[in-house]
């Protein structure tokens, strides 16, 4: 081991440095460092005369952007069946979401699969059939992926 | 505290002032380096010299230690420069000095460094949520950053405040420069706003309080809240919205 960690009063890692750093320290400094493995990061603890190592906490993992869908393409991304379930459903969420369709196709307008308010109404096909009128048009969740990359049925 | 004027002659102290007002350090310093690692100075003349040590920021400011020695030209006398820690993450780096002078980088959240082995020793300002303590200096102890959310950062002789860093009143280094005010960033539009004045020398940087934008802090000085954010040589910086800590470094002044 050539690398020592300086640590506070509850034996947390403030800072590490390698042999030479150290041999340039003040000897009553140099003194409070103590030899440690390699992977000691700042954070890390040295408790009981055990090193538990520092893991920084992963980030976020931000989920993949979705192309844009024409209204051509999320029309073909639903099947036969499922289209003509949407198209006759009296429920107001599907009714709402046939109607945004419509609406992308008189305006020439794309559709963003990214958008919170269209995951949620794919969602919301998806849902059991049971309690609600609207659910069940979309056989299973990986339907809604489907939809949402667009690919043809 | 001891001042180094009151145990060797020929030195500057408090009310002592070297300051030339050129901009430029003075000549007789024949080693800044502010770079983190650990390297080797070898002086070309014999004689007296004064040997500085700042220990990096992170949020607290950065320890100061200072001493009077002999070299021999050409030896080699090993120090290091500490490197700039992250606030709640990892204290700033220790500087020292041939095993003779050391100062202890800021801490990751408050704390500042401290300074030992040698004649003067100070410790560097506390840092909150809001701002960076300045780094500790040969008149005494680092000021402190602003805890408000738009705080400046601390200088050497002033506590940062609310969107204004403190000043330095002091040539805390003995560089030679003259000592500078406390930063101020400018807000110009309602939604927008631009960098006003940075912090001077040994001064805490500033911070505007609709767009959190910051000035950069001069050397030593602590940074304030918010984009642009950037302390000095030993400074701190902010705990939440952080900008960059300052770096440690080394002096070494030929004095006799």
């Known amino acids: 081991m050539d690398k020592f960690a300086r640590l506070d009063a509850a034996g947390v890692v403030q800072e590490v440095c390698d042999a030479h750093a150290l041999a340039t320290h003040e000897p009553k400094l140099a003194a409070t460092f103590v030899a440690c493995p390699d992977e000691v990061v700042p954070l890390s603890t040295f408790i009981d005369g055990a090193w538990t190592i520092y893991t920084p906490p992963a980030a976020p993992v931000s989920p993949a952007t979705l192309p844009l869908l024409t209204p051509m393409t999320l029309y073909m991304a639903f099947t036969p069946a499922e289209r003509i379930a949407i198209k006759t459903s009296e429920d107001p969420m599907v009714k709402e979401f046939w109607d945004m369709y419509q609406l992308s196709v008189k305006l020439g307008t794309q559709t963003d699969p990214n958008l919170v308010s269209v995951r949620e109404a794919l969602a919301y096909l998806a849902a059991p059939a049971n309690p609600g009128p609207g659910g069940g048009i979309l056989g299973s969740p990986e339907r809604v992926a489907q939809i949402m990359a667009g690919i043809p049925q | ?256």
């Open chain 2, 1 to 256: 505290m001891t001042y180094l004027s009151s145990l060797v002659t020929g030195l500057a102290g408090p009310g002592l002032s070297t300051v030339q007002g050129n901009g430029a350090m003075k000549a007789s310093i024949v080693l800044f380096d502010s770079r983190p690692g650990t390297r080797n100075f070898v002086p070309t003349v014999t004689g007296k010299y004064r040997r500085a040590v700042v220990g990096a920021g992170s949020n607290g400011g950065g320890g100061y230690e200072e001493d009077v020695a002999t070299l021999t030209a050409g030896v080699s006398y090993p120090y290091t420069v500490g490197a700039a820690g992250v606030p709640g993450t990892s204290a700033g780096g220790t500087s020292s000095f041939n095993s003779v002078i050391s100062a202890t980088g800021g801490a990751s959240s408050a704390t500042g460094g401290v300074g030992s082995g040698g004649l003067v020793s100070s410790s560097g300002g506390v840092g909150s949520a809001g701002s960076g303590g300045a780094s500790g200096h040969r008149f005494g102890n680092g000021g402190k950053g602003c805890p408000s959310a738009t705080g400046g950062g601390g200088g050497w002789s002033q506590d940062g405040s609310v969107c204004v860093g403190g000043n330095a009143g002091v040539d805390g280094f003995g560089l030679g420069l003259v000592p500078g005010l406390g930063g101020v960033a400018i807000i110009t539009t309602a939604n927008a706003a631009t960098p006003g004045s940075p912090g001077g020398y040994g001064a805490g940087g500033g911070a505007t309080v609709s767009a959190s934008v910051s000035t950069p802090a001069g050397i030593g000085g602590g940074s304030g809240t918010g984009s642009g954010a950037c302390a000095g040589i030993g400074g701190g910086t902010a705990s939440t919205s952080p900008g960059v800590a300052g770096n440690g470094c080394v002096i070494v002044e030929l004095i006799g």
